[in-house]
């Protein structure tokens, strides 16, 4: 089956540093989502991008789906963006598979 | 936010005792999915639904069943639960504008003792 990897797999940040997430993926992708999973638990959605680039204020996503990976910037990162940083693909049917994240910890 | 709840969001349990999940929804979605998530695995498939009535296995199905009857619930059920069972589970839901795209429930904590 596909493999998806992320790196990496723990980052800790100062608060107002920028960085760069990697998600790598074994095979040709039908799309790709980006969740933040927060302190408490909670899944939420970042990006819905199988290809191109997106915006959402202070982060933007890239898949660049021939070479399979896609690329999650954080810019001026707040204590709030803290939590795990998931990407997970869908590939020839209605199922998606999750990476195992990346763990980021923002401290002011 | 989609408009989906999980009940109960907390339970204990004894081993043995069958234990069922519940996920609703108010976006009147196709797909639902139930998934566990374990330290050092993610988020991992137990089972979906593509339509009333219409399941089928994910990546980890054994000692799980799910029904669906109605197109808003979605029932996650343990036969018998095992301390191997223990584990956050999540409901998550997709057929809107973006056909495939997930959206997830808040979770239900189940601890198996």
């Known amino acids: 089956g596909i493999q998806v990897e992320q790196s990496p797999p723990d980052l800790i940040l100062q608060e107002g540093a920028n960085s760069t997430l990697r998600c790598n993926f074994s095979?040709?992708?039908?799309?790709l989502q980006w969740f933040h999973q927060n302190p408490w638990g909670q899944l939420i959605n970042l990006f819905y991008?199988?290809?191109g680039t997106k915006q959402n204020g202070r982060l933007s996503a890239t898949t660049v789906a021939t070479e399979r990976y896609s690329l999650l910037y954080i810019s001026s990162s707040q204590t709030t963006d803290s939590g795990v940083y998931f990407c997970?693909?869908?590939?020839?049917?209605?199922?998606?598979?999750f990476g195992t994240g990346t763990r980021l910890q923002v401290f002011p | 936010d989609a408009g989906i709840t999980q009940s109960p969001r907390h339970k204990v349990t004894e081993t043995g005792t069958p234990v069922t999940l519940r996920c609703h929804q108010t976006?009147?979605?196709?797909?639902m999915y139930w998934y566990r998530q374990d330290p050092g695995h993610g988020l991992r498939l137990i089972h979906y639904?593509?339509?009333?009535?219409?399941?089928d296995k994910g990546e980890v199905s054994d000692g799980y069943s799910v029904s669906r009857s109605k197109t808003e619930d979605f029932l996650l059920t343990l036969e018998s639960a095992t301390s191997s069972q223990t584990s956050v589970y999540f409901c998550?839901?997709?057929?809107?504008?973006?056909?495939?795209?997930?959206?997830f429930g808040p979770g239900t904590r189940l601890t198996v003792t």
């Open positions: 998550a839901i997709s057929g809107g504008q973006a056909a495939y795209e997930q959206y």
């Open positions: 095979d040709s992708v039908n799309n």
């Open positions: 991008i199988p290809s």
């Open positions: 976006e009147n979605h196709r797909y």
């Open positions: 997970a693909v869908r590939y020839n049917t209605d199922k998606l598979i």
């Open positions: 639904s593509y339509g009333v009535k219409d399941t």
